[in-house]
């Protein structure tokens, strides 16, 4: 079953390869007959962590089907080591599916953080912004389909397409090995990646703790919550 | 001077890094002291090309600057090997721009091929079509600007952006090298590229002539205007 | 059980994910609600590599230990788009097991093909290279064991091993996508790649046949078994 | 002029692409109309550096020729994300170049580090140490060059190369972004890699700071000479 996210999004893993067996396996394969009996395989894995030896963990793949609204896309798809297949709006119709954020989730413009939001609207303000969010995605996605009516306008599903909004919904499977899962993680998990996106890349942390306990106690350890010193401040 | 490309987007090249004499060098190291004088450098660049040997031709590197609309970005963002920044629309307001198809590229959807248009719609639907991509995008847009007013509503700026339509435009460099370009432009050159980023694909093998002249004659020669036949079609 | 390949080296599947279905159910993603059912899985794969779709390929991933003598590893390498951990030769020392060519392969200089060897050397100049080969293998072994003496020299791992000859074998995991798997393929499979990483991708290539033979069948077809005519030859 | 680099290797640049300006440039598209004047372009490289915004760095691109030994370019080519061209020994014949480390490099297995060299060798065992390197390099080289003699055995050079010691020379063209090139840096230039590629690095570290200034003292800064601390310590 796949995990809910946003109002219409989910997250499915389809497949995977690998487990913190494979991340010790294809290590030690570097140290040969050299090995000492490493006690513990989370020791190894931690020291990888910590010493940033990450070829290891390519040696774990995941694959996931995500539903996501096209503006989290745009930011998921920058990560260029994955493998992609997106739904075609070419092809294919959208489907009438669009986000609205949930009313505790519309905030103003942070005045700290020129990337980010701050304080919660107050209930009408956030009533108001729904209405709007709402109105221009069902008027957008009517004149998509006035557009697209074959017996009507019957324009090319490629050219109609960019009517719609950017809160449509899109879907995609999308593969990545644990390295790399772990770099997105880092950057999407964060305080400061838009909440959008974060609520996937934490479900997907849940799934990593569930999948490799090993590796995922480790990047929180020596990742996610460490701190970086710089020379001056040493 | 940038390119015109679309109704308001450009395309400028912002530097670039070796010519086809750079790849001819690059190529020339695999063969060391061994090399005959290759009487000309177009008949190495050649024989490369034909025989797949792609790595001297990454030894060149071009930088773009783009302007484009949201929906062809989402196409041109898929090629993996490149390096991109773009504008950012949580920190930034996205101005008033959005594309609009000039009537003759108005067409209904091909029947002959679903991911591809077919005949040019008659004027007056065309006309109709404009109507209603203008109409939608400028309520947008205007809805936009009210949720992001400062002294109205506020939102924040990466929640505001969501009700923007895909024609919008937006602008990012784009660094690629030759090996990869040729990529891209084999794939968006291509008849079955939507003819919104061909024309992208067109304006940039314009500056391939101009900048590798031999490398754009032999990528012409045994890319572009080849044919490959099948085992059993053999 | 691995596969020998050479006369010490071996190559085995360690894991895999997917299959020709998968590759077919991400290229139906990209189709969406729009599919016409297509009624033969085989033909959607060839139609994706007839047209060089190749995302939907790079959705099934395969993992091989292999034991390779350096020289063969030298050239494997180049392949980027793969993950890999090879043995240690700083943290372990390498075993006293080199490559030599069966009597058969060995053979002199190309004269047509500057890259490449030409006739099989009469037995009795065989021999003399295979004694040479052993010989100085052998003592250059000896050597490294002499420098690596703890008793003695104790040289470190790290520099005794400069004294090795380009034919020992070293070992690797290596996991690829089946995408940039039959990228491999096409480039070492093939007459123009030197016979001893040839037989390594032989091996995969009927490895390929039992993993996924839709996809290995079309890429018979349109990849290794078909023709490029360039512009002007058409 | 090259940098000369160990006995025998060197070190030139061959071509660059951007600088500190080209980095700036492409951070400040992504904050467009909306940047407040950022008072001095080293602030904001300093800011990038320390948020790991590491794509700006990709805009800029450097390209060496590097004559390096075997040995060493087997750990330089891990390093997937650079365009590389070597010189062929399947084309050409090597020539008679290898390395020998001075007497002060050598040094004994390190006993608290598997993976390094301790204490530096008494100077007749490390005379002891080059006479057995010499004396095989050369002698493996002198069987190469018997095997590979057109008027005696004639061997392919394919296959007579495979006699050579891993200290011998190669050559390469190697190109790579700014950001690839930070990266390889801080894993090259750092304690744990081997002196002999360690070396490399450093030349390499003081082009970087010639070249770009402000992102290598950001770099030295915010990733060489920072300490990262776990969750647990903090
Ligand atoms: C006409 C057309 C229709 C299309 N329709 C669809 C569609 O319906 N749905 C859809 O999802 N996409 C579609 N695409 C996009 C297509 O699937 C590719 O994503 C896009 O063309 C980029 O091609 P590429 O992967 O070869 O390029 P790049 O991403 O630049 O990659 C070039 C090469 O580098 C290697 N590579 C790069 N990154 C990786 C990586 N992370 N892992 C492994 N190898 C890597 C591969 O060998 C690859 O071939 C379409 C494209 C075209 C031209
Ligand atoms: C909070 C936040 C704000 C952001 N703001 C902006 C913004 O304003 N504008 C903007 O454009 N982007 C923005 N981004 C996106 C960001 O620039 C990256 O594109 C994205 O985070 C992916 O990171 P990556 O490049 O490390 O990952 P990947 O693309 O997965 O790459 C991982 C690593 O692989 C290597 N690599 C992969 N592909 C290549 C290649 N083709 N060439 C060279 N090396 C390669 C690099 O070493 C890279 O570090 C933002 C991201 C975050 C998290
Ligand atoms: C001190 C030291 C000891 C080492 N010991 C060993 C050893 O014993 N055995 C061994 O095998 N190696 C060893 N290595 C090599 C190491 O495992 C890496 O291969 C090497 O350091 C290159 O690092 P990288 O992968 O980060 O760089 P790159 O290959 O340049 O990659 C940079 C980033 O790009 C992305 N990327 C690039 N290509 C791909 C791809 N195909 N798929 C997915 N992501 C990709 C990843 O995000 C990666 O982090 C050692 C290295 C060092 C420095
Ligand atoms: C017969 C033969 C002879 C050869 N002779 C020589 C020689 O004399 N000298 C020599 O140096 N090499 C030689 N090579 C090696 C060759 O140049 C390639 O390095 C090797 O074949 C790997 O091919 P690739 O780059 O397509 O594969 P991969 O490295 O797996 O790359 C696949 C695709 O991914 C993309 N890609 C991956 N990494 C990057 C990156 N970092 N930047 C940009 N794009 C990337 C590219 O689109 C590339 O086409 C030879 C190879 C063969 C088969």
């Known amino acids: 079953a796949p995990f809910e996210v946003l109002d219409h999004g989910f997250l499915r893993v389809v497949d995977y390869m690998g487990d913190d067996g494979a991340v010790v396996q294809a290590a030690r394969v570097s140290y040969g007959r050299g090995t000492k009996r490493v006690s513990e395989d989370a020791g190894l894995i931690r020291y990888l962590m910590r010493h940033r030896h990450s070829t290891p963990f390519e040696m774990c793949e995941i694959k996931f089907h995500v539903k996501l609204p096209l503006f989290v896309a745009r930011q998921w798809i920058r990560h260029r080591m994955a493998n992609v297949n997106e739904y075609s709006a070419r092809y294919s119709i959208l ?17 700290s953080n020129r990337q980010g939001r701050g304080n919660v609207l107050p209930p009408e303000a956030a009533r108001e912004v729904l209405d709007i969010l709402e109105r221009d995605a069902m008027k957008c996605y009517a004149d998509y389909e006035t557009m697209l009516d074959p017996e009507g306008l019957g324009v090319a599903r490629e050219l109609a397409r960019m009517n719609l909004t950017l809160n449509m919904y899109t879907q995609w499977y999308w593969k990545v090995d644990l390295h790399n899962l772990m770099h997105f993680l880092a950057l999407r998990a964060d305080s400061h990646a838009q909440y959008e996106i974060r609520v996937y890349a934490q479900k997907m942390m849940e799934i990593l703790e569930a999948w490799v306990p090993l590796t995922a106690a480790a990047f929180k350890e020596y990742r996610l919550g460490a701190r970086s010193f710089s020379a001056t401040m040493l």
Do not use: C, M, N, T
């Open 95 to 111: 489907d009438r599916e669009f986000y609205l954020p949930a009313p505790g989730d519309i905030a103003a413009q942070s005045v």
